[in-house]
């Protein structure tokens, strides 16, 4: 096995998981209309419709979807997805908003569609995992960027299938308050067992922390940013969020 079919095993391993993550949340949840969104080749949406859910599912490259009993709309999260408002109890937006030009509008989208008290699923890379935040202070970057550019001719000048921004959880939150939901939940693909060796800084980060007044903690974030999930996360975060009235916090 070469170098890219390892990175392709692992990136389908991290996908499976995730998705066993939301089925296992969905699970207990009240059956209702649900969108899967960007669905890619439908693998979730088909579980997700023999849990009982009525799926919708939406994408901006359509020619991947492969579930045979579904159907799937061309929508673009930049713009604008073709659904009514208020039509959704639930969406889930796994390995999507990295590859979004506008994350902003995106949200705004999803809380156009969902009904009040209408649930939000979204995965995101972890970018402020103690690994990643090493990363960015010696190399300025989360990940690399250069090598994207050979992609160009590939895939025509579309930049929808690269991670074309790096929106950590702080910015992430920002747009789902502002639009009405409030988060609920914070999840990981899975544990990354290599970061046990950062501990110490992790630590000290926390020591460090520990005594910024409560207000400026509140600012910053750090009850979330500090966390297991997020500080000692895995490669995505999961994070569950609610639509509520616009003043959701």
Not at 55 to 79: E, R
Not at 107 to 126: A, D, T, V
Not at 138 to 156: D, H, M, N, Q, W
């Amino acid at each position: 096995m070469d170098g890219g079919e390892k990175s392709l095993g692992l990136i389908s391993l991290s996908r499976d998981e995730i998705y066993d993550k939301i089925i296992g949340m969905l699970s207990e949840q009240e059956r209702g209309r649900l969108l899967d969104v960007p669905t890619g080749t439908g693998v979730l949406a088909d579980r997700l419709q023999k849990m009982g859910f009525n799926v919708s599912c939406c994408d901006i490259n359509p020619s991947f979807f492969a579930a045979k009993d579904l159907t799937v709309q061309f929508g673009d999260m930049n713009t604008h997805l073709p659904y009514e408002a208020e039509c959704f109890d639930y969406i889930i937006c796994l390995d999507g908003l990295e590859h979004a030009e506008n994350p902003l509008n995106a949200i705004r989208e999803f809380s156009r569609i969902i009904k009040k008290g209408g649930r939000l699923f979204i995965s995101i890379p972890n970018y402020l995992n103690i690994e990643r935040r090493m990363r960015f202070l010696i190399t300025g970057v989360f990940s690399k960027l250069a090598p994207r550019l050979k992609y160009r001719e590939v895939l025509k000048g579309d930049v929808s299938m690269l991670h074309i921004n790096q929106m950590g959880y702080p910015v992430l939150k920002f747009f789902l308050q502002w639009n009405q939901f409030r988060v609920i939940k914070l999840d990981i693909d899975r544990p990354k067992p290599k970061l046990k060796y950062f501990l110490p800084l992790v630590w000290l980060i926390r020591f460090y922390c520990f005594f910024w007044p409560e207000e400026t903690r509140k600012a910053y974030l750090l009850d979330e940013t500090l966390s297991d999930q997020i500080l000692m996360g895995g490669n995505t975060l999961i994070v569950v969020a609610e639509k509520g009235d616009s003043g959701s916090s």
